[in-house]
């Protein structure tokens, strides 16, 4: 599937801003299974300084330094990506998950194995998993159980919970939005002593039967990158829609969770109040 | 358990000779004079900021304490822990440039991975995936040591983040210097200097190409968290010994992915930042933990872009995890492919495979420290720790403490030998390491944490490396800088240094106008009963003292009772006091320009500020008392004053300083010649005698008109004669000069305001002067006062206003107000 992405973050401010700096990913990475055949971001007022780097995970990473006064800003990211991820092995032919986690430490998903701020290793989480992981289950059944559940247990309502709400609320809660089921299934899987990444890009919009698609109705998504071991490496499950990512998602970035690759960050002086907009298109070409 | 090593005796109760030239320089002092000259080490380092200036002052409240006696080590031995150092900085260097890049350490598991990925000191953003990091991480190194019962020294402790105690060991070395200068002749210690010299060199030539100024030299800087911060002093003392600029935070601003310092000359660039912050606050956009306002924004890309040199650079503390000892023999013969000639400690991570049993089944309780946090005291194995080791191992390292070998300490009575810890400074030139031939010994007393990070207070030693009587010398390399061009300014004067001495200035000002006008208070108070003329001149003198906010309005005196001013007056004095709280302000004040002060003035200064303070601590409410205690703050505003006019070059900072003395002082005036002329014709004299007396003119007045007393040659002394340097017209002329120096031009438009407020002045005078009577005119001048009080006002704001407008606050976009989220369909 080829997705034409158009994202565009707005910002407006009360007062002019003196000073900005901003760090972005928001270019989609290459990967097996996902080709950026172009990628750019504009920025309105255009910059003073700009660099693009690669972070320690391998992302594209963006800084845009802003040094005139301005009372709006606008990032426009904008991609055409082909998207087409492997199949996930059958399940019943991935390892046991006690045997994944018995090889991670040494294995290349290590540095996922440990908590981090939003996604800490959490025995309460753990134990909301455990259900679905039985002694030598084999992990992809079990985490394709756990992505439904949590879909199936958790509401999906915008508004109750924010970027710092801790994972022991959300499992209390019982509701929240995709970066809340990401950072409860990361925090679930390394309490199982299992590494699990915080994955940022894009989903889809079907469009629903006889309708137009809806346009800048989406936002950036999150979902959990999971390993089944050395021999079928990782896999995408994105628990706020109960699937699979093979081809209706694009991935912007990895990391241990949302800190580690928000989407744009910033840090402003002056600016007063603020209003933020954020629009997404996720257009896959010749309509499909 | 062993017996600790003795590092004076020898196992059969023999002097070691090394220390013989010392103790015998001790001993042939004498016990009192050996008090003496630890008081006189203690009153050094008060004076010179090492201690807080006024008690309870919240600027620089550190207390080390340096001991009399040095703790020598002969050249052999240093030469074996010199090199020692070396390598182990070699190793983390190396080990650093591999964590921050291949991690190759990882893959073939010579490092845990839980001790780099679980390690909150593991900074991924200093870490490049595709390449190496450009400079090496590890620029300056400290070590700290025990020497174990079998003589040799052990490291406890690696210091790469903030590496302090650098400065506090060259200032030791300073005080050691001019307090015992007998041990010092006796036993010849290796200097210091060439040290600082060459890493001063070699801090330059990391200096980054800068495109456009080839022909500057390299400008470095010395980052601090600021006044407020326990190591303050040594920021001070490090910025100097190393000619580098002592910034904080908010002096800096990254423009076009350059790092600049905000001087009132506009922006400076900076090339190299010795950085002595967290490294999680240099940077708010690269750090999520960071504050808004917390550090640079754009700093870290900066350096990452090679536009600027950070030393260390973010995430060298990674190499302070104490865990990190149990693995380094391995990695030292991996890395480096020699075994480890500097020992730690015998260390264990409790992650490894029965560790933890080991530990906690030892028949010595070891020294638990989190694996991860090298900034942490740790504390012996107990009950409480046991339980936290056994639910979670990998979150801690245990070192086996051998007892510390023990020094001669002076207690303040009696010599007595103590337990020591020696850390040890190196930095690194690009290619090789060099350790500094001294160091800092901590007595590890009852109160002294073992291990982590400086303590704020203790009791140190300094380190004396004796001389190898063939030994070479060492200098620095023939430096191919270009030539320094000549500077009359004062280099480049940081904003906020600039409004710290603004507010030096006011705020000394202040407390000397408080001092007079109490002062003229006290001695009418003193006379018991007053005469009619001093009843009228105490109201207006209250008068003055409510405007300067010194007592409340009920202290006024009222139907002859003048008891609640009197108590007032001493309530002034206390440290709650308007006159204890403005020594207060002054004294954090000091210490913010502390770097801009030399020592003497510094000495200066504190030596008289205390003096000041005392007196108004024991004054009570004796008004004799409170006099001498008056006079004792004007002998600190004289003292200011003086040392300000014969120490200070004429340039930027000295500039403030006269602003905002001036400035005050032109508005005392103003204000108060407006409220003692408040008076009916026929009193009008009592007022101008009062106005002579607190502009401190009445000599000058006498001299000029002998005894009489009229309105308008009163008025002109105080008002428009630009030779009296009480008066308004010399204020308002030195406030156009010194405007007149920031900005670099006469043409100004401040300036035409100070010229017309001394316009106005004279004005005054002459009006008087044509007036048919003169005590009616001049009692009917407080409102025309008044309004240039308001013409004054308004130039102190449009000062303010041009220099030291508050920058916007800074916020962070991106975390929080991210719009809900719309499900996909």
């Known amino acids: 599937m080829i997705y034409r992405v158009r994202h565009v973050t707005t910002y407006r401010y009360d007062k002019p801003v003196d000073l900005a700096s901003h760090l972005l990913h928001l270019k989609p990475r290459a990967l097996p299974g996902q080709r950026v055949m172009n990628a750019r971001i504009r920025c309105l007022p255009s910059p003073d300084h700009a660099t693009e780097t690669h972070d320690h995970y391998g992302n594209a990473t963006t800084r845009i330094f802003l040094a005139a006064p301005h009372k709006h800003f606008e990032v426009v990211a904008e991609s055409l990506v082909s998207v087409d991820f492997a199949p996930p092995p059958p399940a019943e032919d991935t390892m046991a998950w006690e045997d994944v986690a018995a090889a991670a430490p040494d294995g290349e998903a290590a540095e996922f194995l440990f908590g981090s701020s939003h996604a800490p290793v959490l025995a309460a989480a753990a134990d909301y998993a455990r259900p679905c992981f ?77 309708q137009p698609r809806r346009r800048g109705a989406d936002q950036s998504h999150a979902w959990v990158g999971a390993w089944l071991g050395d021999a079928h490496g990782w896999v995408g499950l994105d628990p706020t829609n109960a699937i699979v990512v093979r081809d209706e998602h694009v991935v912007l970035a990895w990391g241990r969770d949302f800190a580690d690759i928000s989407p744009l960050r910033g840090v402003i002086l002056g600016g007063g109040a603020h209003r933020l907009t954020v629009s997404v298109d996720l257009e896959a070409e010749g309509g499909a | 358990m062993t017996a600790p090593m003795d590092e004076m005796v020898d196992g059969s109760g023999r002097i070691r000779p090394h220390w013989r030239d010392v103790l015998g320089a001790v001993g042939g002092l004498g016990r009192p004079q050996l008090e003496e000259r630890a008081r006189r080490l203690q009153r050094a380092a008060e004076e010179e900021g090492v201690a807080s200036i006024l008690p309870g002052s919240k600027s620089a409240a550190v207390g080390w304490r340096c001991d009399p006696v040095p703790l020598p080590l002969p050249a052999d031995e240093f030469a074996a822990l010199e090199s020692g150092l070396a390598q182990r900085a070699r190793l983390l260097e190396v080990l650093l440039a591999d964590v921050y890049g291949p991690q190759d350490c990882v893959r073939e598991g010579l490092l845990p991975a839980a001790l780099v990925f679980g390690n909150p000191a593991f900074l991924r953003v200093w870490r490049r995936a595709a390449a190496p990091p450009r400079r090496p991480v590890l620029r300056l190194y400290a070590a700290e040591l025990l020497r174990c019962p079998d003589g040799i020294w052990r490291v406890m402790s690696d210091r790469t983040a903030l590496v302090s105690g650098l400065g506090h060991a060259r200032e030791n070395r300073r005080l050691m210097g001019e307090a015992m200068p007998e041990a010092f002749r006796a036993s010849r ?140 023999p391995a990695l030292c013969e991996r890395l480096l492919g020699e075994r480890l000639w500097l020992e730690s400690l015998p260390t264990e991570w409790l992650g490894s495979p029965g560790a933890a049993a080991r530990a906690l089944a030892g028949p010595e309780a070891p020294l638990i420290r989190p694996a991860m946090d090298g900034a942490a005291p740790g504390a012996r194995l107990d009950g409480a720790l046991r339980a936290a080791v056994l639910a979670n191992p990998s979150g801690f390292a245990a070192t086996q403490l051998p007892p510390a070998s023990v020094a001669p300490c002076f207690s303040g009575v009696t010599l007595a030998p103590l337990p020591v810890a020696l850390r040890l400074f190196g930095f690194s030139d690009g290619d090789r390491w060099h350790a500094m031939p001294g160091g800092l010994a901590r007595v590890l007393d009852d109160v002294a944490p073992m291990a982590g990070r400086l303590p704020r207070s203790g009791w140190c030693k300094d380190v004396w490396v004796l001389s190898d009587e063939n030994g070479p010398i060492i200098g620095p390399a023939a430096q191919h800088l270009p030539p320094i061009s000549i500077r009359r300014d004062s280099g480049a004067l940081p904003s906020r240094v600039a409004d710290n001495l603004f507010w030096l200035g006011r705020y000394v000002e202040r407390l000397d106008r408080a001092a007079r006008l109490m002062r003229a208070t006290l001695s009418r108070l003193r006379r018991g009963v007053p ?44 440290p709650e006091g308007r006159v204890g709280r403005l020594q207060s302000r002054i004294a954090s004040l000091t210490a913010t320009v502390r770097d801009r002060l030399t020592d003497d003035m510094h000495a200066t200064f504190v030596q008289t500020l205390r003096a000041a303070r005392a007196a108004g601590d024991t004054a009570g409410t004796g008004l004799e008392a409170l006099s001498r205690a008056m006079i004792a ?58 106005v002579l007396e607190l502009c401190d003119s009445v000599i000058t007045y006498r001299n000029r008109y002998l005894a009489v007393l009229q309105p308008a040659p009163v008025l002109d002394l105080v008002l428009a004669d630009p030779s009296n340097p009480r008066g308004l017209a010399f204020q308002m002329a030195a406030i156009g000069e010194a405007l007149a120096g920031i900005a670099g031009s006469a043409e100004d438009t401040l300036i035409e305001q100070a010229g017309d407020l001394a316009q106005a002045a004279a004005a005054v005078v002459d009006d008087l002067l044509a007036a048919a009577d003169q005590a009616q005119a001049a009692s009917e001048l407080p409102p025309r006062l008044a309004a240039m009080a308001d013409a004054l006002g308004e130039l102190s704001n449009a000062v303010f206003r041009r220099y030291f407008a508050l920058l916007p606050a800074a916020q962070v976009l991106g975390l929080d107000d991210e719009p809900a989220e719309v499900v996909p369909a």
């Open chain 2, 531 to 574: 005469l009619p003329r001093e009843v009228a001149e105490l109201a207006a003198l209250a008068s003055c003292l409510v405007e300067a906010g010194i007592i409340e309005e009920e202290a006024r005196p009222s139907g002859g009772s003048t008891t609640a001013l009197a108590a007032a007056l001493a309530l002034a004095v206390t």
């Open chain 1, 134 to 210: 039985t002694p030598g289950r084999p992990i992809l059944a079990a985490l394709l159980e756990l992505n439904s559940r949590i879909t199936r247990e958790f509401r999906f309502q915008a508004g109750v919970t924010s970027t710092s709400t801790k994972v022991e609320e959300i499992l209390r809660l019982k509701r929240g939005v995709c970066q809340d089921f990401t950072h409860l299934m990361l925090s679930a899987l390394r309490g199982l002593g299992l590494p699990a990444r915080y994955m940022s890009g894009y989903v889809r919009t079907r469009p629903p039967p006889g």
């Open chain 2, 633 to 690: 703050n004007l002998r600190f505003a004289t003292a200011v004053a003086g040392v300000a006019s014969e120490n200070m070059t004429r340039g930027g900072g000295w500039l403030f300083l006269e602003l905002g003395r001036r400035l005050e002082r032109a508005q005392a005036v103003l204000a108060e010649i407006g409220l003692v002329l408040e008076q009916p014709p026929a009193r009008i004299e009592a007022g101008l005698r009062l």
């Open chain 2, 189 to 328: 210690p290796r200097g210091l200097s060439t040290f600082f010299e060459l890493w001063q060199d070699s801090l330059q030539r990391l200096a980054p190409p800068r495109a456009g100024h080839a022909e500057a030299a390299p400008a470095v800087a010395l980052l601090s968290a600021g006044h407020d911060h326990p190591h303050w002093f040594e920021h001070v003392v490090l910025s100097r010994e190393i000619s580098a600029a002592l910034v904080e935070p908010g002096d800096l601003t990254v423009r076009g992915g350059a790092l600049f310092l905000k001087t009132m000359q506009g922006l400076q660039p900076v090339d190299v930042l010795v950085s002595r912050v967290e490294a999680t606050t240099l940077d708010p956009l690269e750090f999520a933990e960071a504050d808004a306002g917390d550090g640079v924004p754009g700093l870290l890309d900066a350096a990452r872009h090679g536009a600027l040199s950070l030393v260390n650079a973010p995430g060298a503390g990674w190499a302070e995890s104490p865990a990190l000892a149990a693995f380094l």
